[in-house]
């Protein structure tokens, strides 16, 4: 879905540059922030249609991100990003699709596909 609007947010700027520059060169519309009370703040101002999150975040951690977009029922896709434990509430919380850490391009641009595709 060319076009879609995708919001990245990792607290690791490497991590973060290599997943917008992958996207954008797919022609999606990407924003990035680099913590979660920075997400809330721009799900809250503009939903996109897909968010990366990060897990392991300072600030606000990717798990209570999306608490707090469940508590306001604000409905968006969420794919985690994470290298640690992967926990099944995630799914109960609304997560689309689970990408572990490291993760590759093909992986990456595949998981995205499906979720915006609503295939997930």
Known sequence: MQGARILVVDDEP????FVVAVLQSEGYEVHEVSDGRSAL??????????????????????????????????????IMMT?????????????????????????LLNLVALVLSGRH
């Open 83 to 107: 290298a640690g434990v992967i926990s099944a509430r995630w799914r109960q919380e609304g997560v689309a699709a689970i990408l572990p850490k490291p993760f590759d391009l093909t992986e």
């Open 14 to 17: 490497a991590i973060r540059s």
């Open 41 to 78: 703040a721009a799900i809250q101002a503009q939903p996109p249609d897909l968010v990366l999150l990060d897990m392991a975040m300072p600030v606000l951690s990717g798990d209570r991100v999306l608490r707090q977009l469940s508590t306001e029922r604000i409905a968006v896709p969420v």
